[in-house]
């Protein structure tokens, strides 16, 4: 991330973390995918794990879940939360978080479209996994959106504080980005009604 999206999710850490998921039958099956993608001996890596939903929720079915986020805030409340014994929260950012590897899996949920460079971030995954690791990811991508809220809303939104530095990418050049960076892309879809947001697993070859 920038140090502008730090700052940004310093600030919002705490409205992030009281408001309630917008679709929670869509969210819980996209949890149930990457849980049935994950073993008992896998030790995990999560980029960008905000404050801890998903790596409470995925922690406990593997023997290691290490969730890190570039927001102190979001660690701290994360760290307030039950969590597995397997799960420990991180202050880290996403292109440094790597320590411990190689990881079985990493996950980089809602993420790839906040750092500042994704290639570097994809490149850097890559490395950190271990030979056929996997690398389960959703992402935003914005670029598909239409005109008027890539060019207008988006950036309004931006100069006001409420919406964080984004890339502009479309769901094909996130696909060429993850086959570029040297993974092999197993499932893409998406949950629920918002078409913007793509689930990937990609597979390290």
């Not at 920038?2 to 039958?25: C, H, L, N």
């Not at 996403?94 to 906040?114: E, K, M, N, R, V």
Request: net charge positive; proline share 4%.
């Amino acid at each position: 991330m920038t140090d502008g999206s730090v700052q940004f999710w310093d600030r919002m850490a705490e409205r992030y973390a009281a408001r309630p998921i917008k679709d929670t039958a869509a969210y819980e099956a996209m949890l149930a995918d990457a849980a049935a993608r994950l073993s008992p001996t896998d030790r995990v890596l999560e980029i960008g794990a905000g404050t801890g939903g998903a790596a409470i929720k995925l922690g406990g079915c593997v023997a290691e879940w290490r969730a890190t986020d570039a927001s102190a805030e979001m660690v701290r409340i994360a760290r307030a939360k039950q969590a597995p014994p397997t799960v420990s929260f991180v202050v880290a950012e996403a292109d440094q978080a790597f320590a411990g590897a190689p990881y079985d899996a990493i996950c980089a949920f809602l993420i790839l479209h906040l750092v500042a460079d994704m290639d570097a971030t994809l490149a850097a995954i890559h490395r950190h996994l271990k030979p056929g690791g996997l690398l389960i990811s959703k992402t935003y991508c914005v670029g598909d959106m239409n005109a008027a809220l890539r060019h207008l809303l988006i950036p309004v939104l931006r100069i006001v504080g409420f919406v964080p530095p984004l890339k502009m990418i479309t769901a094909q050049q996130l696909h060429t980005r993850i086959a570029k960076a040297g993974f092999s892309i197993e499932a893409s879809r998406t949950f629920g009604s918002n078409q913007h947001a793509h689930y990937i697993v990609a597979r390290r070859l």
